[in-house]
Nanobody, 120 residues
Framework: QVQLVESGGGLVQAGGSLRLSCAASGSIFSINAMGWYRQAPGKQRELVAAITSGGNSRYADSVKGRFTISRDNAKNTVYLQMNSLKPEDTAVYYC??????????????WGQGTQVTVSS
């Protein structure tokens, strides 16, 4: 079994910062791309940022220049540093990872989600 466990969400005032973490554990052979998605009430889930195993990253236009994705391959962990937060960043944030398990099957996995609330 493979699990993704997120942490770091919470309530912050506009202009503040939060750092999300997501650690993968279990029967992992290798981890490919990792990313963060978010879903606000009444809206579809959207990609926020993603990073390849080699460190190449991409961002949604709405967060460019404010959010930074990074990963620690030794810890099987991906991070999302969120600065200059805005009320429109309020959402449940989900970690996603494409993982080859020790049975050599590639599958995408999701975390349970962590709430980020930005007050104005």
């Amino acid at each position: 079994q493979v699990q993704l466990v997120e942490s770091g969400g919470g309530l912050v005032q506009a202009g503040g910062s939060l750092r999300l973490s997501c650690a993968a554990s279990g029967s992992i052979f290798s981890i490919n791309a990792m990313g963060w998605y978010r879903q606000a009430p009444g809206k579809q889930r959207e990609l926020v940022a993603a990073i390849t195993s080699g460190g190449n990253s991409r961002y949604a236009d709405s967060v460019k220049g404010r959010f930074t994705i990074s990963r620690d391959n030794a810890k099987n962990t991906v991070y999302l540093q969120m600065n200059s937060l805005k009320p429109e960043d309020t959402a449940v944030y989900y970690c996603n990872a494409y993982i080859t398990n020790d049975g050599r099957r590639l599958k995408d996995y999701w975390g349970q989600g962590t709430q980020v609330t930005v007050s104005s």
